[in-house]
């Protein structure tokens, strides 16, 4: 069995119904609950919960004190290459997009990597698209063994691959892997996605299964917010995170909140969410789930960022570039997203200093992999 | 107050402190010389054993201070035999808490691996502190196998829960051979001076201080805790009883007999 017997178990428009008829009532006893269930986590996304931002603000802070601390986790994406044979019409890599295509050399990522060590990250994300010929499986493992003895942490965003190659890239020296289905209303996924390897819904649903019987320590959930209705693909991210837990009880979990940002296909999001909504969802995931982690990137904007530190967020990237190259290569080639906050790692750790938090460079090493 | 001999060691203290989620190394630094603690745990993970330089090391760098390296984040024996390996070379010490808890969740110990590891760690020569649930037969297989204490949890780390699990305490502290070190679960001073009522040789604690408004307070607390804990025990406390005496003797009667 797989989640995709589990995610077939539930009807799109029933689930989307429950979670708009939730009350005022059902929000008070998920905030009141001990150990939250999935039920109470549609409770804390609904509209019901907005008049209780403030409760589930200071339940979320003392969950992720209690749990993680006063740190936050630093990592920090490389992208590689923006080669893709993918046609996701919201996505600025989409290969029908007219742009200069670029895939790192393993020269070219040493370059990046000096100026990334010397900003202080010892965790590394490696993103590319999906292009079998030009960022496929080996150039990747060759790119991990290439960055691993430089970092305590390498994970990846990429194209899903077999269990047998997370197999070896684990070998290779991978911790992590981030994997988001963009959206999980199986038609609608058809209508963003229709060309390409990444057309194959439940190829992709069916990943972090395979991640889990591969054996990779994390695995990164999350869902496209704007595709479609924010809340109904967020519980269905939660339901599956519910369901990794019980069946890959070894492997932890992240969960992650792209937000469709402008970009160069100029794609208009479908059902927006709004700061107040990302706030809400954040903390509901918190209350949910107080041991996942939440990471939340330079896509967000400073005050956004600068605040949600505090109210259940434990990773945070910095001085990001979204582009093959921007560290050291090239300048401006072409970004897959405009970052929102583009302070200087340094920058950023005098902010989370000041409010009190440790900035965690390291959080992983050579002799746990 | 009697000292602690564990390991090749003698303590004056009997509170363990951990070092992960301080809001600053200097405070983490702060909140431990305030508690007097003399035995320090770090996550290998959390420190660069290839420079020698780290951050966290050097905030430990007091003479009185013991670090006990742990092996947070391995997930079965043989890795934990590595990790230690490395930890030993990296930061010349043979000192070593023992923790194997595959599931990340609710970091509970893996009985079976633990003891694997222990008894593979114990023949290389290392001072293990196993990280275990309160499980009396498993903390008399560990006993056996050289361990130099065992250290069964209160409650799940970082819970505050205080000692869920205190029948199986008390059934561990008697039987033991070997220092009992309530780990994991200590959410106040209370629950601190509480099993060292009980019996327990020492107690480790580190969400509790770590996350505290005041750290260096709360470390002040905990020291307090625990001595008087201590003492009492070694003082030995009033029994406890629900049945009233009797004023009147029930028995006098014998006597008239």
């Given at each position: 069995m797989t989640f995709e017997s589990k995610h077939s178990s539930y009807n799109w428009d029933e689930v989307k119904e429950s979670i708009y008829n939730k009350t005022a009532a059902d929000v008070e006893r998920a905030l009141l609950a001990t150990r939250a269930n999935l039920e109470d986590f549609k409770a804390l996304?609904?509209?019901?919960?907005?008049?209780?931002?403030?409760?589930?603000?200071?339940?979320?802070?003392?969950?992720?004190?209690?749990?993680?601390?006063k740190v936050m986790q630093m990592y920090i994406p490389l992208y590689l290459s923006n080669a893709c044979a993918n046609a996701c019409v919201?996505?600025?890599?989409?290969?029908?997009?007219?742009?200069?295509?670029?895939?790192?050399?393993?020269?070219?990522?040493?370059?990046?990597?000096?100026?990334?060590?010397?900003?202080?990250?010892?965790?590394?994300?490696?993103?590319?698209?999906?292009?079998?010929?030009?960022?496929?499986?080996?150039?990747?493992?060759?790119?991990?063994?290439?960055?691993?003895?430089?970092?305590s942490q390498?994970?990846?965003?990429?194209?899903?691959?077999?269990?047998?190659?997370?197999?070896?890239?684990?070998?290779?020296?991978?911790?992590?892997?981030?994997i988001y289905q963009e959206t999980y209303h199986k038609e609608r996924y058809a209508v963003y996605h229709p060309a390409g390897k990444k057309s194959n819904f439940s190829f992709r649903l069916e990943t972090p299964d395979r991640l889990g019987e591969a054996g990779v320590h994390k695995v990164g959930l999350g869902c496209l917010l704007g595709l479609e209705d924010?809340?109904?693909?967020?519980?269905?991210?939660?339901?599956?995170?519910?369901?990794?837990?019980?069946?890959?009880?070894?492997?932890?979990?992240?969960?992650?909140?792209p937000r469709l940002r402008p970009h160069a296909g100029s794609f208009e999001p479908n059902s927006p969410a709004s700061d107040r909504d990302l706030a809400q969802l954040i903390m509901a995931y918190r209350i949910f789930n107080p041991d996942?982690?939440?990471?939340?990137?330079?896509?967000?904007s400073v005050k956004f960022r600068?605040?949600?530190?505090?109210?259940?967020?434990?990773?945070?990237?910095?001085?990001?570039?979204?582009?093959?190259?921007?560290?050291?290569?090239?300048?401006?080639?072409?970004?897959?997203?405009?970052?929102?906050?583009?302070?200087?790692?340094?920058?950023?750790?005098?902010?989370?200093?000041?409010?009190?938090?440790?900035?965690?460079?390291k959080d992983w090493d050579d002799c746990l992999q | 107050m009697s000292v602690l001999n564990l390991g090749d060691r003698e303590f004056k203290s009997r509170l363990f402190t951990g070092t992960g989620k301080f809001a600053s190394n200097q405070l983490m630094e702060d909140a431990i010389l305030a508690s007097e603690s003399e035995l320090v745990t770090v996550a290998l993970r959390r420190v660069d054993l290839k420079s020698n330089v780290d951050d966290i090391l050097k905030h430990l760098n007091h003479p009185h201070?013991?670090?006990?390296?742990?092996?947070?984040?391995?997930?079965?024996?043989?890795?934990?035999?590595?990790?230690?390996?490395?930890?030993r070379e990296a930061l010349q010490t043979n000192w070593l808490k023992l923790e194997i808890h595959p599931d990340p969740k609710y970091l509970l110990p893996d009985p079976v691996e633990t003891l694997k590891a222990a008894e593979e760690l114990v023949k290389l020569g290392f001072i293990v502190l196993p990280y275990i649930q309160a499980?009396?037969?498993?903390?008399?297989?560990?006993?056996?196998?050289?361990?130099?204490?065992?250290?069964?949890?209160?409650?799940?780390?970082?819970?505050?829960?205080?000692?869920?699990?205190?029948?199986?305490?008390?059934?561990?502290?008697?039987?033991?051979?070997?220092?009992?070190?309530?780990?994991?679960?200590?959410?106040a001073p209370s629950h601190a001076a509480d099993a060292m009522e009980m019996g327990a040789d020492a107690v480790l604690v580190n969400t509790a201080i770590a996350v505290s408004p005041n750290p260096v307070e709360m470390g002040r607390a905990f020291k307090m805790a625990v001595e008087a804990g201590r003492m009492a025990h070694e003082a030995q406390l009033a029994q406890t009883g629900t049945v009233a005496e009797a004023s009147s003797p029930l028995t006098a009667f014998l006597d008239e007999l």
């Open positions: 996304i609904s509209p019901a919960a907005q008049p209780y931002l403030e409760q589930m603000a200071a339940k979320s802070r003392a969950l992720t004190l209690k749990r993680f601390g919201y996505c600025g890599f989409n290969h029908s997009n007219d742009i200069q295509r670029i895939t790192l050399t393993l020269d070219q990522v040493k370059q990046e990597i000096a100026v990334i060590k010397s900003m202080g990250f010892d965790h590394l994300l490696l993103v590319t698209g999906e292009h079998p010929k030009d960022c496929g499986f080996s150039y990747l493992k060759d790119v991990i063994e290439l960055v691993k003895p430089h970092f390498v994970s990846i965003e990429v194209q899903p691959m077999k269990t047998e190659e997370y197999k070896e890239l684990v070998d290779a020296g991978l911790n992590t892997v981030y924010w809340r109904t693909d967020s519980f269905f991210t939660a339901a599956h995170l519910d369901y990794l837990e019980k069946n890959y009880w070894r492997t932890r979990y992240s969960i992650s909140f996942v982690d939440l990471s939340l990137s330079t896509r967000e600068d605040n949600m530190m505090q109210l259940g967020i434990t990773a945070m990237s910095a001085g990001s570039k979204t582009e093959p190259g921007g560290y050291a290569v090239y300048n401006k080639a072409l970004e897959q997203f405009k970052v929102a906050d583009d302070r200087s790692p340094e920058v950023v750790c005098d902010m989370i200093k000041a409010k009190g938090y440790e900035p965690v460079w | 201070i013991q670090l006990l390296p742990n092996t947070s984040g391995v997930r079965n024996a043989k890795e934990a035999v590595f990790a230690a390996q490395l930890a499980d009396p037969v498993l903390c008399k297989r560990l006993e056996e196998v050289g361990t130099a204490a065992v250290m069964p949890l209160g409650a799940p780390i970082g819970s505050n829960q205080g000692l869920q699990t205190k029948e199986m305490l008390r059934i561990i502290i008697e039987q033991s051979n070997v220092p009992v070190v309530v780990d994991a679960g200590i959410g």
